[in-house]
């Protein structure tokens, strides 16, 4: 089990808690420059963990994708050059870490590579290596990588498609992404299948199988989808984002939220052809974001602001700022589930684990 204490006394010039937006102020329409809401100080309750992660220490590590994964019962941390995929139980914030990947750098990030994106699917965990340029397919009951195949350029995101029992792999380094058919048995080597050429992206990906569509980004304002069976971009939507980042989905609503690089996140419609239903302006520098669909709040990192922006998602699509909660500089990821926002810290090498305080969103 990891170790883990409440941060205390960090000289964090942002006081720990949240903050809240006016009621009854309008949505933002898109690409306009949104002032500050007004704020008031969070209640006492308001609080976050410190885990440290194995291998962390003070050198950093470089994070990047994370999710929760419902099957595992645990969130999926991606800890870069530790070497681990880690899996961090939301209740006890114990971490139990997968070896096995790199540890060595590209030299390009100042933290090295090894492994920063995981994905869950057909009883199986599947990850990136950065440094190999591999995928890897790992038995999540023994913890051992049991398969690994090779990926044509840099690998970003990881994601696993069930209706096709296929693993896609975004490559943005050669704007595509590469995809791979996952065979039978207990140690299925990745079969390469095909390539989708994605000019000016892919960056993130959401796999939609109730809709049999996969959501990308190019970087400036255009978020694709991509139909899982043709392998064909069908639909090119604006976002509203001057620069386009993290996607998250509520398949039930039909609700694709992208995450702006200049702060903020939009809210797509996908049953009217990804019209903009409304963007908010929050933080700054934001990348990757999460959406928990029970509580109906969607959490967004800035990693230039260091804070973390918690949305409500109204039953009509609308967004409001709930608070803004202080995190570090760097910290643009988040995984949520159980009303906890699981933000990794690349420069302190560790987890920052806070509470949402807020009830669902109406």
Known sequence: MAKKRLLKGTGLTLALGM????????????HVKVPPPAQKEAP????????????????????????YSSVLGKVLLPAGKTGDLDLVA?????????????????????????TTSADEGAGFLFASDRTSRTVKVIDPASRKIVASAPVASGPDYVRFVAPTREIWVTEPGAEQIEIFRLP??????????????????????????QRGLAYTNLWKDETLAIDLHKRTIVSRWPNGCEGSRGLALDAADG????????GGASVLDLANGGKVLDRLKAGEGVDIIAYDPA???????????????????????????LGIFPTEKGCHGVAAVGGKAFVPDPRGGRLLVIADPYPPAK
């Open 295 to 321: 509580l109906r709040h969607l959490y967004v990192p800035g990693a230039r602001s260091a804070t973390l922006s918690i949305l409500g998602v109204s039953a009509t699509g609308k967004l409001s700022l």
């Open 184 to 209: 039978e048995g207990p140690a299925p080597v990745p079969v390469h299948e095909a390539v989708i050429s994605v000019p000016g992206g892919p960056e993130s990906l959401v796999i939609d199988a």
């Open 19 to 30: 903050f809240v937006i006016a009621a009854g102020a309008a949505a933002p329409p898109t």
């Open 44 to 67: 006492a309750s308001a609080g976050r963990t410190v885990v440290e992660i194995p291998g962390g220490g003070s050198g950093g590590v470089r994070f990047d994708d994370l999710q």
């Open 90 to 114: 939301p209740d006890t914030l114990a971490v139990t870490p997968i070896s096995g990947f790199s540890t060595g750098s590209t030299g390009k990030h100042r933290w090295g590579e090894g």
């Open 255 to 262: 609700w694709l939220f992208v995450g702006c690089a200049e």
